[in-house]
Every structure is written in structure tokens, then in C-alpha cells.
């Protein structure tokens, strides 16, 4: 499909790419990943990305173990995911699994928020090693709130960025596929949320229809 096509293909309203950054350190090799990922996907769509880094919402996040604790920030950031349309999420490997940070986040989210909502798993590590992260700690984490995380996540190591950015030319590929086989599945989505909607029809996976 060309960029034009694409962006026809969900041209009856703008969709909003959310990009959320697990690091806790700024400059970030996974803010830099979430961000080319996220802009890639609005390119393709004629849509608009945002991307949040969690490490300035630390101190908000962290101010109290309910939703209501948190500082207006934090809040803001938590709506703007809720609200998305398409999320795309990234850690890096911290101990085995995402950080400690990108856990709190998500623990702030509402339950049911991302029902069905289609999410990209991204990572970042020092070396391949730490690949797995996508499939055995993201996965599952999103499999609870029952969202449909797209089935190429994105791993990146040390090597394939310079000086905080994207530079590697295989990174890329993988994202342009990723990107590639995700839009059908993105598009099935919008149209069946919106028939869904319009008939009154729970989806068969959100918790109201049980």
C-alpha cells in the first residue's frame, strides 16, 4: 500500500498514535524507539502521535497507590492513553522484565481501559539476549486488561541507535513491517468499534458482554 492509500484507508476521522516510554532516564534509546514507531504509524494513517515519557511523571505516579493520588500530569498522561486509538508501549530490559516504572504506570490504568485496544510492544536491551522481554513480561501484562497487542513486537539493541536516535537500517525494516502488517488489523478494529458502537453491540471480549 502507498502512504496515500493508507492514510484514505482511515480518513473518516484522525487517529491518535500513543507512544508510552517505561525509562526512567532521559536521554532514552526506548523514548527514541517509541517515538519512531508511533510517528511511523501516524505517517501511514494521516494521524497525529504523542509520545509520553514516564520519567518526569515518576514523582506524580508515585505520590499514592490509587489513581485518585496521582498529580494532574500524570493523570492527563493516563486519560491520553486511555483515550488512544492505537498505543505504543516500550521498556527497557531491567532485571528480566520492563522497569518498575512502566509497571506503576500501567497499574494506574483503568481495568477495563484497554479492552480490545490494539497495542505495539516494544523494547529496548544491551544486547539481543534480553529479546524475549516482548513475549514473556509485555505480552502477558496486556493480555490482563484483554487488548489486542499486534503479533511482530519490536526489540532494539545498543547497536541499532546513535546518540539517542534511530540509526540502524534493519530497525527500521522491522518497524516498516510491523507497521505494514499491523494496518489491516488496526483498520478491522476502527470499523468494528464504530459498527459495534453505532448498533449498541458489545464486543464479544469487553467485560460487559460476560
Known sequence: MS???DADDFATRRISVVGVSGSPTRPSRTSALVAEVAETFAARVGGAATVIELAPLLGELGSGPYRGDVGPAARAALEAVEAADLIV?????YRATYTGLFK???DHIGQHALVDKP???TATG???RHALLVE???RPLFGFFQSLTVP????ANEGDFAEYRVSSPELRARIDTAVQRTLPLLAMHLRLDGELA???VPAFARPDAF
Open 119 to 121: 497495542i505495539v510492544l
Open 136 to 138: 514473556h513480561q509485555m
Open 104 to 106: 506503576l504506570f500501567f
Open 198 to 200: 453505532a448498533a449498541a
Open 126 to 128: 544491551g544486547s539481543d
Open 3 to 5: 502512504l496515500r492509500s
Open 152 to 155: 511482530l513486537g519490536i526489540f
Open 89 to 93: 508501549v516500550g521498556s527497557p530490559a
